[in-house]
T-cell receptor, first 110, second 115 residues
Framework: DAKTTQPPSMDCAEGRAANLPCNHS???????VYWYRQIHSQGPQYIIH???NNETNEMASLIITEDRKSSTLILPHATLRDTAVYYC???????????FGSGTRLSIRP | EAQVTQNPRYLITVTGKKLTVTCSQN?????MSWYRQDPGLGLRQIYY???????DKGDVPEGYKVSRKEKRNFPLILESPSPNQTSLYFC??????????????FGSGTQLSVL
């Protein structure tokens, strides 16, 4: 699995876009980049994933650099309910071990 | 409703008393996994299973056992719990049909305290 590096914490004003970076310089060609978030002590929740192209769904957008060494998760209009720990992880489509790092604790300011 | 169900939600026990945390999923997923979460250490994988009767160790398997006799169930067994196994535990599952990992679905967690 690719080792990922994320800032330990970030904050964002409510209503603004939250941009969460992730470095994954060791990611291999067929490893996907996945984003999950964990609100308080609940089970982590899937947000989005991608391989090469940028992706968008109802929750967020994922921007992956052309060299695939980093990505950014964008929450377009952050709300207080987006306060959570966000995990960026990389793994193969057929992976068995899926390793989570420490993530980024995102705080949303009213 | 698609879900991963863990029981119990909270458990307090004493050192050495065998316990089982159950995990069940209703999505016919092949892949199931157990994680523990401790402050400052993130989520660490204990065991995983790629399908029925196929299990393997994750990063922190010591002191734990699992079994996968049916596709839907993946219980976590602590034969002789110790205080250092006090933690928040999560079960997860995903489909790997056609060799492609789908997203992980997580249970609500089990907070275990070993006295």
């Amino acid at each position: 699995d690719a080792k990922t590096t994320q800032p330990p914490s970030m904050d964002c004003a409510e209503g603004r876009a939250a941009n969460l970076p992730c470095n994954h310089s060791t990611i291999s060609g067929n490893e996907y980049v996945y984003w999950y978030r964990q609100i308080h002590s609940q089970g982590p929740q899937y947000i989005i994933h991608g391989l090469k192209n940028n992706e968008t769904n109802e929750m967020a957008s994922l921007i992956i650099t052309e060299d695939r060494k980093s990505s950014t998760l964008i929450l377009p209009h952050a709300t207080l309910r987006d306060t959570a720990v966000y995990y960026c992880i990389g793994y193969y489509s057929s992976a068995s071990k899926i390793i989570f790092g420490s993530g980024t604790r995102l705080s949303i300011r009213p | 409703e698609a879900q991963v169900t863990q029981n119990p939600r909270y458990l307090i026990t004493v050192t050495g008393k065998k316990l089982t945390v159950t995990c069940s999923q209703n999505m016919n997923h092949e892949y199931m996994s157990w994680y523990r979460q401790d402050p400052g250490l993130g989520l660490r994988q204990i065991y995983y299973s790629m399908n029925v009767e196929v299990t393997d160790k994750g990063d922190v398997p010591e002191g734990y056992k699992v079994s996968r006799k049916e596709k839907r169930n993946f219980p976590l067994i602590l034969e002789s719990p110790s205080p250092n196994q006090t933690s928040l535990y999560f079960c997860a599952s995903s489909s790997i049909a056609m060799g492609t990992h789908e997203k992980l679905f997580f249970g609500s967690g089990t907070q275990l305290s070993v006295l």
